[in-house]
């Protein structure tokens, strides 16, 4: 009799604790799958900073270009139609994408629509940007969150991954006169 209390203690126990690790896997596969729902399609405007051969940085995340990605320019009333090759570093532009990004840094997705953004705030906006990408030499330049458009000028952090500095920057949208951490 002893045997068989000891026994069926030892079996309560096993079945005790496999419910245990059961319970947060089936929870954690539920979370997963609400947060791909929650993520399913999603939009990123900013500013390419970087082009490769089959990569653009917009703002903080890459997002690879596959072949039957959609391009389009826009100003804001109609799109029509661009390419691939049409695509340069400094254009401002909205981005679709399916979620969730890789986290990495710079973190990871893959374009579904890049609208390159025409609209005459949105130009002036991507020569200040250019001009002073140019001017700077920065071939490795990545912006840490969304840009801020106030007041006839555009500011924003950045990372040069060249020197790992991380850096305030304020454009002039008129005379693209610059300050780095307001010098």
Do not use: H
Request: glycine fraction near 4%; charged fraction near 30%; include cysteine.
């Amino acid at each position: 009799m002893k045997k068989w209390s000891l026994f069926l203690a030892s079996v309560l126990l096993l079945a005790a604790c496999s419910n245990e690790e059961a319970e947060p896997a089936e929870k954690e596969q539920a979370d997963q799958a609400e947060m791909a729902v929650e993520q399913k399609s999603m939009t990123e405007e900013g500013f390419i900073t970087q082009i490769n051969e089959t990569d653009i940085l917009i703002n903080s995340i890459y997002f690879s270009i596959p072949e039957d990605v959609k391009v389009q320019f826009s100003d804001g009333a109609e799109a029509t139609e661009a390419e691939v090759r049409d695509i340069r570093t400094g254009m401002k532009v909205s981005l679709d994408y399916q979620g969730p990004l890789e986290e990495s840094f710079p973190m990871q997705g893959e374009a579904e629509t890049v609208t390159i953004l025409t609209d005459e705030d949105s130009a002036k906006q991507s020569e200040a940007l250019e001009a002073f990408i140019t001017k700077e030499q920065l071939p490795r330049l990545i912006m840490m969150g969304q840009p801020i458009v106030r007041d006839n000028e555009i500011g924003f952090l950045f990372n040069n991954m060249e020197s790992g500095e991380i850096s305030e920057v304020r454009i002039d949208l008129e005379t693209y006169d610059y300050t780095i951490d307001g010098e």
